[in-house]
T-cell receptor, first 112, second 113 residues
Framework: SQTIHQWPATLVQPVGSPLSLECTVE??????LYWYRQAAGRGLQLLFY??????ISSEVPQNLSASRPQDRQFILSSKKLLLSDSGFYLC???????????FGPGTRLLVL | GQQLNQSPQSMFIQEGEDVSMNCTSS?????WLWYKQDPGEGPVLLIA?????ELTSNGRLTAQFGITRKDSFLNISASIPSDVGIYFC?????????????FGGGTRLMVKP
């Protein structure tokens, strides 16, 4: 069966510091991968998605970037964090376009 | 862009009561998904719907894909305390949005024992 992992679970970082969040998927090949952000008590905002290694699409302009160095690895990064980057970051995968998406456990980021 | 209107935004009910929530759109959707999110966790898929009129159950949960393809509802029967959480509808519109899943704003469910 397929599983999706996110690391770390929680992160507290100072403003201006770099960021790297990791997402890995097991049990499937060539998945579509997604990064979402969720503000407290709010809905999900799609940040990036990827249909293959090295292929990244950005949905909103922001202080963040994403990379897909391996088929089942998706990384969310920032060179300098802003206070407004705080939130709950969720990674998801699907078997292809317009398919059911399955979410990871999330990473809670607090920027101070 | 596409929007999903989910209602109610929140519900506070007594344990044992039935719950109903729905999502509507001005656009036609060809897939409806219902997720539940526990506090501090990622959303978990509850039910997936792929055909207009489809009615699917998962334990005490029942969801339907509206005949017009512009709405879906989720019912929870005999609620229990562990039903607490945020329920999201999501879907792929028939036209536009590419591969992007459109989400409703969520329904926060609170159950009083």
């Amino acid at each position: 069966s397929q599983t999706i992992h996110q690391w770390p679970a929680t992160l507290v970082q100072p403003v201006g510091s770099p960021l790297s969040l990791e997402c890995t998927v097991e049990g499937t090949s060539n998945p579509n991968l997604y990064w979402y952000r969720q503000a407290a008590g709010r809905g999900l905002q799609l940040l990036f998605y990827s249909v293959g290694i090295g292929q990244i699409s950005s949905e909103v302009p922001q202080n963040l970037s994403a990379s897909r160095p391996q088929d089942r690895q998706f990384i969310l990064s920032s060179k300098k964090l802003l206070l407004s980057d705080s939130g709950f970051y969720l990674c998801a995968w699907s078997d292809g376009g317009r398919e059911t998406q399955y979410f990871g456990p999330g990473t809670r980021l607090l920027v101070l | 862009g596409q929007q999903l209107n989910q209602s109610p935004q929140s519900m506070f009910i007594q344990e044992g009561e039935d719950v109903s929530m729905n999502c509507t759109s001005s656009s036609i959707f060809n897939t409806w998904l219902w997720y539940k999110q526990d506090p501090g966790e990622g959303p978990v898929l509850l039910i997936a719907l792929y055909k207009a009129g489809e009615l699917t159950s998962n334990g005490r949960l029942t969801a339907q894909f509206g005949i017009t393809r512009k709405d879906s509802f989720l019912n929870i029967s005999a609620s229990i305390p562990s039903d607490v959480g945020i329920y999201f509808c999501a879907g792929y519109p028939l036209q536009g949005a590419g591969n992007m899943l459109t989400f409703g704003g969520g329904t926060r469910l609170m159950v009083k024992p």
